[in-house]
């Protein structure tokens, strides 16, 4: 009877000390020059909701409090816009005090020099020696050739196999993952970059696909000999990215920042052996190496971080890019008819062994309005976080400093001002309107930090496209389990068997 007493005395003082902390939290934070919303608990906030809701904690939050809102997220106060006219200014005013703010845990293993970190005139050199290898004509030159390359060879290997479609389109980046994601890290990471990250078990193949094509751009000549070590430290190191900043043993946290030194000493023994060699290359180590503007040249440290940041922002793009796509065209036999027609006429023009070249690649039209529609209908990229470096007065209210704001563009995709019947798969829309030079247009991100790899990963999705609907059909194996992606269903354990036609 008396344990019964003290246990009930314990949940009586445990429920008054949990009211407490959020009145004291919520009296903390109240004033009248901020937005309206909730702060949650101390230090948590209301990230656990966030993290496990998704979308759906934005749209209630929406629901409530409107387009504008604050709230306390990953252990920072955040203001919550979805406003598509105010998100654009967010996104174009950086110079205005308005720079990235991405968690402490990414600062840590991505590097401070990383570019989606930096900001001002070292972004500016930074970003420019990124796009000096990822140019039009770095991938008309030099980079093209090498994804049609990897792309004939690898899909050559798919011949009468039954394969899970998820797993092969991510070979176009790595081998097989040695970690298994969780889902609800999908939120977060689509808050980090420009970039997406669906994150679930049978992703591997085509995860493996776009990596290992980032790693041969990169380093054409090591890629083989280093690809099964980099692979599993690699994965340990974007899971250390995603966790909280809290550095004890077994915690993702403490595994991606080892993770994070085992690839930089596996990378700087290349720049080092590189350098050394003084051997001329055809990639784009070789280039970072050699750059030079305004008589400065790139440290180790820089290259470092910009190969990371390349491997890092990319590989998932077009895995899950790619994936989606598949998925849509099987239920879409007239989009398949019409990307496949567009397709036949390039093969038409060439001999079987020719490679598609860069004029190929811009007369795919539709191809990229495929691309575009998926992007948009997934929504591979749900926004961007950015951090106030001084009190500033945004839509009315007054923004303390170091506040962070996450420009939420998910819901822009499915307004059906912008996108008349926003739940249907239509890439003709892209060809019609023009909606890529809308201002609303922001499924690349807007401003300086527009993903600078769009070209590049549109060029490797379409060309793994091409010959995928060009020298294969496929039909579907066994029966599908379904996995729910917010807005769309998508296949889990798409299991299909491929054949030449």
Known sequence: MAALEVFLVVIWGLCILSTALLRWNEVRYRKKELPPGIMGWPVFGETTEFLKQGPDFMRSKRSRYGSFFKSHLLGCPTIVSMDPELNRYILVNEAKGLVPGYPQSMLDILGECN???????????MRGALLSLISPTMIKGQLLPKIDDFMRSHLSNWDNKSIDIQE?????????????FKNHFTQLYSMILIVPFVLTQHHHYIFQMAFLSSLMQIATNECSSISKIFMPEFFKLVLGTLSLPINLPNTNYNRGFQARKTITNLLRGLVEKRRESEETQNDMLYLLINYEQNNIKLSDEDIIDLVITILYSGYETVSTTSMMAIKYLRDHPKVLEELRKEHMEIRERKRPED??????????????????????????????????????????????????????????????????????????????????????????????????????????????????????????????KIMKFPRVEAPNGFHIRVSTH
């Open 115 to 125: 570019i989606s970190a930096i900001h001002g005139s070292a972004h500016k050199y």
């Open 355 to 480: 490679p598609i070249d860069y004029n190929d690649y811009k007369s795919m039209r539709f191809t990229r309005a495929v691309i575009y529609e998926t992007s948009r209908l997934a929504t591979i990229v749900n926004g961007v976080l950015r951090k106030t470096t001084r009190d500033m007065e945004i839509n009315g209210y007054m923004i303390p400093r170091g506040w962070r704001i996450y420009v939420y563009t998910r819901e822009v995709n499915y307004d059906p001002c912008l996108y008349p019947d926003p739940l249907s798969f239509n890439p003709w829309r892209w060809l019609e309107k023009g909606l890529e030079n809308q201002h609303h247009f922001l499924i690349f991100g807007g401003g300086t930090r527009q993903c600078p790899g769009k070209e590049l990963g549109l060029a490797e999705i379409s060309t793994f496209l091409h010959y995928f609907v060009t020298q294969y059909k496929w039909e579907e194996e066994g029966k599908n």
């Open 168 to 180: 092969k389109t991510k070979e176009v980046c790595i081998g097989n993952p040695l970690i298994k």
